[in-house]
T-cell receptor, first 113, second 112 residues
Framework: QKEVEQNSGPLSVPEGAIASLNCTYS??????FFWYRQYSGKSPELIMS????GDKEDGRFTAQLNKASQYVSLLIRDSQPSDSATYLCAVIDSGGSNYKLTFGKGTLLTVNP | DTEVTQTPKHLVMGMTNKKSLKCEQHMGHRAMYWYKQKAKKPPELMFV???????INESVPSRFSPECPNSSLLNLHLHALQPEDSALYLC???????????FGNGTRLTVT
């Protein structure tokens, strides 16, 4: 069973701080990694995709991927109360010709004003 | 706003009812998905359609029956559900392969 592991939290940070969310995955051949944000009662929203080792920045968000360590992270700079949500790490499992997205259990982030 | 549209937003049904959930996308995506999500849990994959053919069925009970009439539409037919099937049902689409999934707003299903 291929797994995606995240700290369930809750992670609490003050407004303006950097929030750091971490994820590890068990399948060495995984090539595609995503971070989704999900507000309570809403559907997941894609915020970052990353496919290569290193950092990828988009506004206040930076995704970091280390395939050798099977580790992907998300940094949120200048955290705002509106960032309070559950963040889901997701990994594509490309078994044969089928591509299946597997989610971690999610980390609940609270940004305190 | 999402480019994947799901209807209805809410559905309450009895255990003897038959109902359908509908999903539509106009992004030209060739893969479409049904996920089920219970409270405080991550989404769980149910079905994947790739190029209008069922490619993954995650051992879902037969009371859930998917249908993909064309590349833009995905249905989930429901029959004889149990109260434990109450959940948020999410439709998603992608360009297929290892592209990211884009989710609809979901249908909140309650089985009484």
């Amino acid at each position: 069973q291929k797994e995606v592991e995240q700290n369930s939290g809750p992670l609490s940070v003050p407004e303006g701080a950097i929030a750091s969310l971490n994820c590890t995955y068990s399948d060495r051949v995984s090539q595609s990694f995503f971070w989704y944000r999900q507000y309570s009662g809403k559907s997941p929203e894609l915020i970052m995709s990353i496919y290569s080792n290193g950092d990828k920045e988009d506004g206040r968000f930076t995704a970091q991927l280390n395939k050798a360590s099977q580790y992907v992270s998300l940094l949120i700079r200048d955290s705002q109360p509106s960032d309070s949500a559950t963040y889901l790490c997701a990994v594509i499992d490309s078994g044969g010709s089928n591509y299946k997205l597997t989610f971690g259990k999610g980390t609940l982030l609270t940004v305190n004003p | 706003d999402t480019e994947v549209t799901q209807t209805p937003k809410h559905l309450v049904m009895g255990m003897t009812n038959k109902k359908s959930l509908k999903c539509e996308q106009h992004m030209g995506h060739r893969a479409m998905y049904w996920y089920k999500q219970k409270a405080k849990k991550p989404p769980e994959l149910m079905f994947v359609y790739s190029y209008e053919k069922l490619s993954i069925n995650e051992s879902v009970p037969s009371r859930f029956s998917p249908e993909c009439p064309n590349s833009s539409l995905l249905n989930l037919h429901l029959h004889a559900l149990q109260p434990e099937d109450s959940a948020l049902y999410l439709c998603a689409s992608s360009r297929a392969g290892d592209s990211p999934l884009h989710f609809g707003n979901g249908t909140r299903l309650t089985v009484t």
